[in-house]
């Protein structure tokens, strides 16, 4: 399994077709390896109702922690840069070129300020957040899944136990009801969950 935090559609697409298409090269079929999404699902009755608990959660956190955890993501400390200025442009550092590269692109994309950045950040820890109501949430996963942007998601709940218990009794239902998501499952380990075969043992042939 591949996780990745690429938060735009078109870019998560071409990093998934560019993955695909180098596995030939070492002996692997394009689906051996899958491709998953980390995403936070905020779920409301209403688009608005799922926009006030994700701002509810960024409220619980300070600037100065805020800054600590961009800090962190982009792997360069931005506290002497202003919060209303541009993001800046910052070499990416090996540990965390995912998580980098995923908020400054959609801050260009979308012009943030480094208080921008900080505000979509803090709640969700750099994480992918989508917010709406539970159709909302599953047609956004349904899009990524079928235009072949993600093999499957990594579902991280803002907070436990009653935003884990909103997705499993509101949104899988509906992905359910859709045809993509099992309704059981047909293996007792999480290889056969991800319905992939079991390689060989390379050290010791049968």
Request: charged fraction near 25%; proline fraction near 7%.
């Amino acid at each position: 399994m591949v996780f990745a935090a690429v938060q735009d559609l078109d870019a998560a697409k071409a990093s998934y077709r560019e993955l695909k298409k180098q596995l030939p090269a070492f002996g692997r079929e394009p689906d051996s390896v899958k491709v998953l999404r980390g995403v936070m699902p905020i779920i409301g009755r209403s688009k608005s109702e799922a926009l006030a608990t994700l701002d509810r959660l960024q409220s619980f956190l300070t600037p100065t922690n805020a800054l600590h955890l961009v800090s962190i993501r982009l792997g360069h400390d931005i506290s002497g840069y202003p919060l209303d200025g541009p993001v800046p442009d910052l070499p990416f550092t090996a540990g965390t070129q995912g998580f980098a590269k995923g908020l400054i692109e959609r801050a260009r994309r979308e012009n943030m300020t480094l208080r921008d950045l900080y505000n979509v950040t803090a709640a969700a820890r750099g994480h992918w957040v989508i917010c709406g109501t539970a159709a909302d949430i599953a047609d956004t996963l349904e899009q990524w899944f079928v235009e072949k942007a993600a093999d499957g998601f990594n579902i991280l709940p803002p907070f436990f136990p009653d935003a884990f218990d909103d997705f499993v009794e509101q949104v899988m239902p509906e992905l359910q009801r859709r045809g993509l998501f099992r309704r059981s499952y047909s293996g007792n380990t999480l290889r056969s969950h991800l319905g992939l075969a079991r390689p060989g043992n390379r050290f010791r042939p049968e």
